[in-house]
Structures are given as structure tokens and as C-alpha cells.
């Protein structure tokens, strides 16, 4: 979070509400759609295999794309929509940025990095060798001003779980604050994009469950009498923003459809799996088999027995891969439930939490290589947990910081490096931004 990041920063939170927004109609192209693909010639993770339609589910890939003059850009945000029309039943699967696949062409890197290599259609291919099923439509968001279709629903309510509290001196040209508090509140345009926005020691993940919950109360906003009547327009106006290869008539098909989806409930998930770093770059290495099977699971599926064996075929492939070098950062592997979904506030205790009690992310401001790494290291051998580990997109900040809540400021107090420990955020997260005061 610095000066030169300050666009890019902004415009991904432009697109992650677009996405929130947009989801919410991409399945009426799944819904008119009549004809899928009979089978899509692609790679499993490792292995050369067919990967074909076995059912009548429809999935529509959705990317949220940082473009700048010049650049391609990035796939930041990548989530999967499926929707089974016989059903009428709805499941979102998140797949985090960091995820670690091989990209057709260019051997293993972050699965955001497909678009970058070859736009969407590569970002397709990656995505389905992940999940061993076929994408049959695809939306990119990139696009501005999103926050104006929040305040045409007139806003949105929903329970923040939790104090989100940040300052950044380094972001949005003079500094960025974050000010929410926890309990049911109605958020405009402006605090909408702080909540989801808002990032501490659970990093990506806790944003993407901040995303998920969001995404579910405009699904709720959505279907309320007072905005049916006026969603061909704002259907409209969502998909003049969009890139897609769906019609306009498609996605107005769904229109009167949505109430069914929200009355059976929306299932929102993320590929399970675990954060690992190797130097300075930090990795999510997804669990394959978990994968598949939450991906069955959630639209009330089984895997057939030869399912699970291509499934445990592709993962010894894949965890064969592993370079050498790579830190896993827990023994125990995240499911596809992720934290940041609470409906209900839970309440703050003052008593300073154990270290193993406590996510921290690093993030390399200073310019030095495997400083974060070292820190990390630091930090575990202390008993904190590193949820992950990253190279920021500057080496301009001068001290190194640690901001926690205030309860836990004392925790961190001793470390064999020079920081200033700052309050801020919630009770069982940290974040430490390295300087180049930093010395090894």
C-alpha cells in the first residue's frame, strides 16, 4: 500500500465490486444457454487428459483485470460461477490469485499471472486444468466507478464482523484510512469499497470471504421489491462495463430468475488448500482432491470412482512439482470455507492473544531480497503464523512497521530487527510492512 501502487490499488477495488455486481446476472446467459461444449482438449495438472462435460452444470469464469497503458495486465481476482438450471440452485468458487498452476507454455507460476501470458483464453485453460471441468463462458471486469452502482441500490446492508481499522501514509496520494466498525450497518458507495478493501493478517483470504459475504447481501438488495423494477437498467449499465460472450438479451433472461437463487441460497467457497513462499513470493497450493470434491458437493454431486482417481493422479503430479526450497506455512490445510463470512460480531477480549494465536502477512517494502522471507522466519521461530509472504511493489518505504490491535501491540515488542509497532486492526491478525531500515 504506497504511492506507486495507488492506481492499481484502486482500480482492483473498482473491479472486485464489479464483480460482486455482475455475478449477479452472468447466470442468465447460463440459463438461456441450450448448447454446451461436448469436450474441451485440455491438460490436468501434470498429465495430458481430456477434460469433458460429465454434467448439465454451466460454469462461467469471472476475472477481474487490472489493465494500465501499456500493460495487459493481471487476472487479481478469479472466481467461478456454476449454476445447475434443472435446480435452480447457485455455487461461487473463489480461486485465489497466488494459487500456484501450471500455465500452458510456461511452466508453473501464480494462476494470475494466465491473463498476462494470453488473455483470457489462457486464464480459461488454467482454470479448467485446476478444477478438471470445462468453463463455458467467461466475463472480465475492468472498469471504473463502481461504487456508483452501490449507491443506485441505495447502498448496502450488512454486519461487519469485526473493528477494520487501517492507515496507509504511503497510499492514495497523502493516505489511506480505513474506519469501520463492527455491527449491522448500511454502507454507501464510499464505505462499501472500505470494506472490501480492507486486508490484515489473513491477507487475501480474509478478503475474498469479505467479497463472498458482500456479494451475498447485494444478492439480498437485488431481489427486495424495491429494486426488481429497476434491474433491466442497472443490468444494462453492468454489462456496458464488462467484456463477455454473452448477449444482452441473456443476461436480461435471468432477471426474473434471481429470487429462486437467493430463496435456495448461494454457496460460496474457495479452493482449499494451504500458503507457501519460496524467497520472497508467497504461493496458495491448492488441495486437488479436496477441490474436486467441494466442487461436486456443492451443487449436491458425487465424484464417480474414477473422478477420485484422475483427482489423486493430478495432485501426486502436482505436489511432485514442488520446487525445492518451497516453506509451507502450516501443517494443516485450509478447507473451502473461509473465514470473514460471520454473520454475528464476535466480541473482543483485552488479554494480549499467544503468538500461535495470531496471522501475521509480510510484505517486502525495502528493496532488500529475502527480507521477508527472514522475517518470516523470525516470526514463526517466535510462534506467530505466516499467512503470507510477499514483495511489495515499492522499496521507498523507510522503517519498517508491525500494525496490530492494540491488545497485542506488547506481543511484538523485542523483535531483533528496528520496527515501530502500530494499532490498528483486528484482535488475531498482523501486518508487517519491511523498510529499508531493515538490516539482516
Known amino acids: 500500500m504506497r504511492q506507486k501502487r495507488t492506481k492499481r490499488s484502486f482500480k482492483r ?8 455486481l455482475t455475478f449477479l446476472v452472468v447466470w442468465a446467459g447460463v440459463m438461456a444457454a441450450n448448447q454446451y461444449r461436448g469436450s474441451i482438449s485440455a491438460s490436468l495438472m501434470g498429465g495430458e487428459s481430456p477434460v469433458e462435460k460429465k454434467d448439465d452444470i454451466a460454469r462461467v469464469l469471472i476475472l477481474g483485470v487490472d489493465r494500465r497503458e501499456g500493460d495487459t495486465g493481471r487476472s487479481d481476482t478469479m472466481m467461478v460461477a456454476a449454476l445447475d438450471k434443472d435446480k435452480k440452485s447457485a455455487a461461487l468458487l473463489s480461486v485465489p490469485r497466488d494459487t500456484r498452476v501450471d500455465i500452458e507454455g510456461n511452466g508453473f507460476e501464480k494462476i494470475n499471472h494466465a491473463y498476462a501470458y494470453g488473455g ?13 471441468n470445462p468453463i463455458d463462458h467467461y466475463i472480465i471486469i475492468d472498469t471504473k466507478a463502481f461504487s456508483r452502482i452501490i449507491d443506485a441500490l441505495d447502498g448496502i446492508d450488512i454486519n461487519v464482523e469485526k473493528r477494520m481499522y487501517y492507515e496507509d501514509p504511503w ?6 484510512v480505513i474506519d469501520l466498525y463492527p455491527g449491522q450497518q448500511h454502507l454507501n458507495g464510499d464505505k462499501a469499497i472500505q470494506y472490501v478493501r480492507y486486508r490484515d493478517g489473513e491477507g487475501d483470504i480474509g478478503r475474498i470471504g469479505r467479497q ?6 447485494v444478492l439480498e438488495k437485488v431481489v427486495s421489491p ?12 453492468i454489462r456496458s462495463a464488462v467484456q463477455t460472450d454473452m448477449s444482452l438479451g441473456e443476461l436480461l433472461d435471468f432477471a426474473g430468475m434471481m429470487k429462486d437463487v437467493h430463496d435456495k441460497g448461494l454457496t460460496a467457497q474457495m479452493v482449499p488448500g494451504q500458503p507457501a513462499y519460496i524467497k520472497d513470493v508467497s504461493y496458495w497450493i491448492p488441495d486437488i482432491t479436496d477441490l474436486r470434491s467441494l466442487m461436486a458437493e456443492q451443487l449436491g454431486l458425487t465424484l464417480t470412482a ?5 483427482a489423486q493422479a493430478a495432485e501426486d503430479t502436482y505436489m511432485k512439482n514442488l520446487p525445492a526450497g518451497i516453506k509451507l506455512l502450516s501443517d494443516k490445510k485450509t478447507s473451502g470455507n473461509i473465514r470473514g463470512t460471520e454473520e454475528k460480531a464476535a466480541p473482543e477480549s483485552k488479554e494480549p492473544m499467544k503468538p500461535q494465536e495470531i496471522s501475521v502477512m509480510v510484505i517486502n517494502d525495502s528493496g532488500i531480497n529475502g527480507a521477508a522471507a527472514e522475517v518470516a ?6 510462534g506467530f503464523i505466516i499467512s503470507g509472504v510477499e514483495t511489495g511493489k515499492t522499496s521507498t ?10 491488545r497485542n501491540t506488547d506481543v511484538f515488542y523485542g523483535m531483533p530487527f528496528a520496527c515501530v509497532i502500530m494499532d490498528g486492526g483486528s484482535s488475531n491478525q498482523a501486518v508487517v510492512h519491511i523498510g529499508r531500515d531493515y538490516k539482516k
Do not use: C, Y
Not at 13 to 20: H, N, S, T
Not at 377 to 382: D, H, N
Open 13 to 20: 477495488v473498482k473491479w472486485m465490486l464489479g464483480i460482486v
Open 120 to 132: 483470457h483464453k489462457l486464464s480459461q485453460k488454467s482454470v479448467e486444468k485446476l478444477l478438471g
Open 171 to 176: 497510499d492514495d496520494n497523502g493516505g489511506l
Open 212 to 217: 463472498q459475504k458482500f456479494m451475498k447481501a
Open 226 to 237: 424495491s429494486v426488481l423494477p429497476r434491474l433491466p437498467k442497472l443490468v444494462e449499465e
Open 306 to 310: 474414477e473422478e477420485q482417481e484422475q
Open 377 to 382: 522466519s523470525i516470526l514463526q521461530r517466535k
Open 397 to 406: 518505504r523507510t522503517q519498517t512497521t508491525i500494525t496490530t490491535s492494540t
